[in-house]
């Protein structure tokens, strides 16, 4: 987007919060873009200046477009860039309505939201929705929007990756075939991408896998209380679009992003960890009220003290919570998805872990939490045991926020996936729990996932990675995130949505191998416990009601 184009940039929703994710208005209007607009907006005719449109390629869009230049332009010129693929029949009718007005018309293939150095969402509202509820009538065409999506973010990467998908041999999950399903319809999608590529040159498969799983996978990571500071943070702090409000002697707000250093630096850390961290700050902010006016007046000088009062704030914001109410939790928690206790003595009887758990008074919710990871502990229970759970909760009436899950994939009775023995790696006592996916990126990396549980939909190189992979288990320290890397990359995708505890093992899995980049990402729900817990209510009670009958 050059400056002698225009200064008016114009955004659908969506390429507002693309563009949002990416970069800030000191960008844009290093480019010559003074004025951004809402394409869905009213707007006043600027006749004498050439309007850049970045969009997606639907039919709102499309007919916003038109209404622009129809009956009277309200620009000059339109330089016209899509998100991704526009169907020709959108094409044709923006092409006939207004072709005099459009000087450039391009797809620049980049429909997906990058979140975070390596993490990416499909955004799509309704998607979790549309996949997981029974007798869904848009799942596929969800589907196949989530593939287009994830094959602009290959093109973007320039990567041609092997697709692998998660198949399960339980009875229960025979007829969840999502995962193959949006593995096929995305190798497809990438095939004929690249069949088309420039200079009419076939792309081949380059040395990078992308794995495609759902929920079912690990449903214990999204309902665990997770005390690494950015995990803990989105769980017990009403942080609404990243905006983390706080009290400085007056109510200011703060955006935990990458633009913040500091919380780029902390955001993995244990709360443990971060709270030693307090003391330092303090001491800091406190020696720096002894400089002298004009250094408190250096833009990067008063970002670094506000950056640190944020989190100040923020780090004693959740050891109150931690304190208060969580500590209590995080044994039991932990006993019932381990198995284990801190010594390393199983578990023999899960009944007396939830027990203390039920009879404190804890909130409703963290109780339906405990309750559903006594269900996972052992697989599944009888009814007539979960009745007498759903009471001793009170939540007869609400019994969706636990049976719900079996929508998810998430079997009643099912049989136990052997787990890496991680007894010996330095952990906390009330943080023994690894993400399941932690295990499958190390597999993975290391070439050792099984072919009957995790089938090609196509193969890359049969040497990806090759000999060049150092195992995340030998807890290598690794480069800095910022090094560049000559090796491959491992893409993963989970329909259902991402933990925290998750999004930060393909930063750990990375850092621990200089020969593999891991980027994780998700359609589009972010695994906020009690957020994915009132969604799973929500959309699927009355279904579940019925299914009762």
């Not at 072709?99 to 990058?114: D, M, R």
């Not at 999506?149 to 093109?155: G, K, N, S």
């Not at 999950?173 to 949006?182: N, R």
């Not at 214990?220 to 983390?244: C, G, R």
């Amino acid at each position: 987007m050059s400056n002698l184009f225009s200064q008016i940039l114009i955004l659908d929703h969506f390429t507002t919060r693309l563009l949002s994710s990416c970069c800030k208005m000191s960008d844009l209007m290093s480019e010559g873009i003074t004025i951004v607009e809402d394409l869905h907006k009213n707007r006043e005719p600027v006749p004498e200046m050439k309007a850049i449109y970045f969009m997606r390629p639907t039919a709102m869009c499309i007919d916003a477009f038109i209404n622009d230049f129809k009956p009277k332009p309200k620009y000059k010129a339109a330089y016209v860039f899509f998100t991704d693929f526009c169907p020709d029949d959108l094409f044709d009718k923006m092409k006939k309505s207004c072709a005099k007005h459009i000087k450039v018309c391009k797809e620049i293939n980049i429909s997906f939201l990058p979140l975070e150095a390596q993490v990416f969402s499909c955004d799509n509202a309704e998607a979790f929705k549309s996949i997981y509820t029974p007798n869904s009538q848009d799942r596929d065409q969800t589907l196949e929007t989530i593939a287009d999506q994830i094959v602009t973010l290959c093109a973007t990467l320039d990567e041609y990756p092997g697709v692998r998908f998660k198949k399960y041999s339980q009875p229960a999950l025979t007829h969840f075939t999502c995962a193959q399903k949006l593995a096929e319809l995305v190798d497809n999608k990438l095939a004929r991408h690249y069949e088309l590529d420039d200079n009419s040159k076939k792309k081949g498969k380059t040395q990078a896998q992308l794995l495609i799983v759902d929920r079912a996978l690990d449903p214990v990571s999204p309902i665990l209380h997770e005390l690494t500071y950015q995990a803990m943070a989105f769980d017990l702090i009403p942080i609404k679009d990243n905006a983390y409000e706080y009290d400085d002697g007056s109510k200011k707000e703060a955006l935990l992003t990458e633009e913040d250093e500091l919380w780029v630096k902390l955001r993995h850390m244990h709360i443990a960890e971060v709270a030693g961290q307090i003391p330092k700050l303090v001491k800091e902010i406190s020696a720096s009220r002894g400089l002298s006016q004009l250094m408190k007046k250096m833009p990067a000088f008063r970002k670094q003290v506000t950056q640190k009062t944020v989190h100040i704030s923020l780090a004693e914001d959740l050891m109150s919570h931690y304190q208060k109410n969580v500590e209590k939790l995080c044994k039991a928690e932990q006993d019932l998805a381990v198995g284990a206790d801190a010594e390393g003595q199983k578990v023999k009887d899960p009944m007396r872990t939830l027990l203390p758990v039920l009879l404190h008074p804890h909130d409703t919710t963290d109780k339906i939490r405990a309750v559903l990871l006594y269900i996972f502990s052992l697989n599944g229970t009888t009814a007539e045991n979960l009745n007498k759970l759903i009471q001793h909760v009170k939540i007869e009436d609400e019994r969706g926020y636990i049976l719900n899950w079996e929508h998810l994939g998430v079997p009643i009775l099912s049989t136990v996936s052997p787990r890496i023995d991680r007894s010996d790696e330095e952990t906390y006592k009330v943080s023994r729990w690894t993400p399941i996916i932690k295990d499958v990126m190390e597999d993975a990396v290391e070439n050792k996932l099984e072919v009957k549980d995790w089938p090609y939909q196509s193969e890359c190189p049969s040497a990806w990675n090759g000999s060049r992979a150092v195992s995340a288990r030998q807890k290598h320290k690794g480069s800095s995130p910022d090094d560049l890397r000559s090796g491959s990359r491992l893409i993963l995708f989970v329909l259902g949505g991402v933990t925290y505890s998750e999004m930060r093992c393909a930063y750990e899995v990375t850092h621990a191998n200089k020969s593999c980049e891991v980027i994780i990402g998700k359609s589009p729900y972010r695994c906020e416990p009690e957020k994915m817990l009132k969604m799973l209510h929500v959309f699927c009670t009355k279904l579940s009601l019925l299914h009762e009958k």
